[in-house]
Protein backbone atom coordinates (compact mmCIF):
# COMPACT_ATOMS: atom_id res chain seq x y z
CA UNK A 1 0.00 0.00 0.00
CA UNK A 2 1.61 3.32 -0.98
CA UNK A 3 0.98 6.91 0.21
CA UNK A 4 1.45 9.01 -2.48
CA UNK A 5 1.50 12.99 -1.62
CA UNK A 6 2.42 15.14 -4.82
CA UNK A 7 1.28 16.44 -7.79
CA UNK A 8 -1.45 15.05 -10.10
CA UNK A 9 1.07 16.12 -13.66
CA UNK A 10 1.86 13.32 -15.63
CA UNK A 11 4.81 11.91 -13.97
CA UNK A 12 2.61 11.11 -11.47
CA UNK A 13 -0.14 9.92 -13.15
CA UNK A 14 2.03 7.64 -15.03
CA UNK A 15 3.40 6.30 -11.52
CA UNK A 16 -0.18 5.80 -10.31
CA UNK A 17 -1.07 3.65 -13.66
CA UNK A 18 2.17 1.73 -13.22
CA UNK A 19 1.60 1.09 -9.46
CA UNK A 20 -2.53 0.02 -9.72
CA UNK A 21 -1.14 -1.79 -13.37
CA UNK A 22 1.19 -3.62 -10.78
CA UNK A 23 -1.75 -4.70 -8.18
CA UNK A 24 -0.35 -1.83 -5.66
CA UNK A 25 -3.14 -0.42 -3.16
CA UNK A 26 -2.48 3.53 -3.41
CA UNK A 27 -3.80 6.14 -1.61
CA UNK A 28 -3.45 10.28 -2.90
CA UNK A 29 -3.09 12.98 -0.66
CA UNK A 30 -4.05 15.98 -3.30
CA UNK A 31 -5.12 19.61 -3.24
CA UNK A 32 -7.36 19.06 -6.25
CA UNK A 33 -8.85 15.40 -6.90
CA UNK A 34 -10.26 16.95 -10.12
CA UNK A 35 -6.94 16.22 -11.78
CA UNK A 36 -7.13 12.86 -11.63
CA UNK A 37 -8.34 11.63 -14.76
CA UNK A 38 -11.56 9.14 -14.13
CA UNK A 39 -9.72 6.05 -15.46
CA UNK A 40 -7.05 6.29 -12.77
CA UNK A 41 -10.17 7.82 -10.00
CA UNK A 42 -12.42 5.18 -10.56
CA UNK A 43 -9.54 2.31 -9.95
CA UNK A 44 -10.90 0.26 -6.70
CA UNK A 45 -7.37 0.45 -5.54
CA UNK A 46 -6.75 4.08 -5.43
CA UNK A 47 -8.03 5.94 -2.61
CA UNK A 48 -8.30 10.00 -2.91
CA UNK A 49 -7.61 11.82 0.32
CA UNK A 50 -8.32 15.64 -0.27
CA UNK A 51 -5.85 18.22 1.52
CA UNK A 52 -3.44 20.37 2.07
CA UNK A 53 -0.04 20.44 3.54
CA UNK A 54 -1.04 22.56 6.62
CA UNK A 55 -4.29 20.54 7.01
CA UNK A 56 -3.63 18.65 10.30
CA UNK A 57 -6.58 16.37 10.36
CA UNK A 58 -6.28 15.59 6.35
CA UNK A 59 -2.50 14.13 7.16
CA UNK A 60 -3.94 12.41 9.88
CA UNK A 61 -5.95 10.84 7.93
CA UNK A 62 -3.45 10.76 4.96
CA UNK A 63 -1.14 9.21 7.45
CA UNK A 64 -3.21 6.31 9.09
CA UNK A 65 -4.37 5.12 5.52
CA UNK A 66 -2.66 1.70 6.35
CA UNK A 67 0.56 2.32 3.60
CA UNK A 68 3.75 1.11 4.41
CA UNK A 69 5.57 3.01 1.94
CA UNK A 70 5.27 6.62 1.56
CA UNK A 71 6.30 8.91 -1.67
CA UNK A 72 7.01 12.48 -2.03
CA UNK A 73 7.01 13.78 -5.30
CA UNK A 74 6.32 17.29 -7.31
CA UNK A 75 4.79 19.49 -4.69
CA UNK A 76 4.00 22.96 -5.80
CA UNK A 77 2.14 25.52 -4.43
CA UNK A 78 0.36 28.80 -6.09
CA UNK A 79 1.18 31.70 -4.68
CA UNK A 80 4.11 30.73 -2.40
CA UNK A 81 7.51 32.42 -2.97
CA UNK A 82 10.47 29.69 -3.37
CA UNK A 83 11.61 30.36 0.86
CA UNK A 84 8.17 30.02 1.80
CA UNK A 85 7.19 27.07 -0.10
CA UNK A 86 9.79 24.97 1.04
CA UNK A 87 9.36 26.02 4.64
CA UNK A 88 5.91 24.87 4.06
CA UNK A 89 6.32 21.63 2.68
CA UNK A 90 9.52 20.78 5.41
CA UNK A 91 7.25 21.91 8.38
CA UNK A 92 4.43 19.40 6.85
CA UNK A 93 6.73 16.81 6.42
CA UNK A 94 8.04 17.07 9.85
CA UNK A 95 4.38 16.35 10.86
CA UNK A 96 3.57 13.80 8.14
CA UNK A 97 6.64 11.67 9.18
CA UNK A 98 5.71 11.42 13.13
CA UNK A 99 2.14 10.22 11.96
CA UNK A 100 3.26 7.78 9.71
CA UNK A 101 5.83 6.58 11.91
CA UNK A 102 2.74 6.23 14.89
CA UNK A 103 0.66 4.69 12.58
CA UNK A 104 3.48 1.92 11.43
CA UNK A 105 4.86 2.87 8.31
CA UNK A 106 7.90 2.19 8.62
CA UNK A 107 9.24 0.18 5.37
CA UNK A 108 9.69 3.01 2.94
CA UNK A 109 9.92 6.66 3.40
CA UNK A 110 11.09 8.28 -0.20
CA UNK A 111 11.02 11.67 -1.32
CA UNK A 112 12.13 13.28 -4.82
CA UNK A 113 13.93 16.54 -4.84
CA UNK A 114 16.81 18.29 -6.26
CA UNK A 115 20.19 17.42 -6.97
CA UNK A 116 21.69 19.82 -4.26
CA UNK A 117 20.66 17.21 -1.88
CA UNK A 118 23.59 14.65 -1.72
CA UNK A 119 24.29 10.92 -1.00
CA UNK A 120 27.89 10.02 -0.20
CA UNK A 121 27.59 7.19 -3.38
CA UNK A 122 26.87 10.92 -5.99
CA UNK A 123 30.08 11.80 -8.00
CA UNK A 124 30.00 15.60 -8.24
CA UNK A 125 31.42 17.48 -11.01
CA UNK A 126 32.01 21.38 -11.19
CA UNK A 127 29.17 22.72 -12.54
CA UNK A 128 27.07 20.48 -9.95
CA UNK A 129 29.59 22.13 -7.71
CA UNK A 130 29.15 25.31 -8.81
CA UNK A 131 25.36 25.28 -9.19
CA UNK A 132 24.87 23.99 -5.43
CA UNK A 133 27.25 26.08 -3.91
CA UNK A 134 26.44 29.55 -5.75
CA UNK A 135 23.26 29.28 -6.95
CA UNK A 136 21.30 27.04 -4.21
CA UNK A 137 23.45 28.19 -1.45
CA UNK A 138 24.65 31.68 -1.71
CA UNK A 139 22.10 33.76 -4.06
CA UNK A 140 18.63 31.47 -2.59
CA UNK A 141 19.84 31.97 0.95
CA UNK A 142 18.15 28.93 3.08
CA UNK A 143 16.88 26.75 0.07
CA UNK A 144 19.62 24.19 0.60
CA UNK A 145 18.90 23.56 4.53
CA UNK A 146 15.39 23.41 3.80
CA UNK A 147 16.09 21.00 1.01
CA UNK A 148 18.16 18.94 3.32
CA UNK A 149 15.80 19.25 6.34
CA UNK A 150 13.12 17.55 4.29
Keep these: HILL ?3 TVIYGLIFTQAALEAG ?10 SKIPTALSSNGKLTVIQGELGDAEGLNK ?5 SDVFIISGLRFDG ?3 MRLLQHITDALKR ?30 INWYTAVNFYIKVIRGDTYSEITGM
Design 62 to 66: AAGCG
Design 96 to 125: IYRLLLASGTTKRIMILSTASYTAPEDIGC
Design 80 to 82: ISL
Design 24 to 33: HQLTFYVRRP
Design 5 to 7: LGR
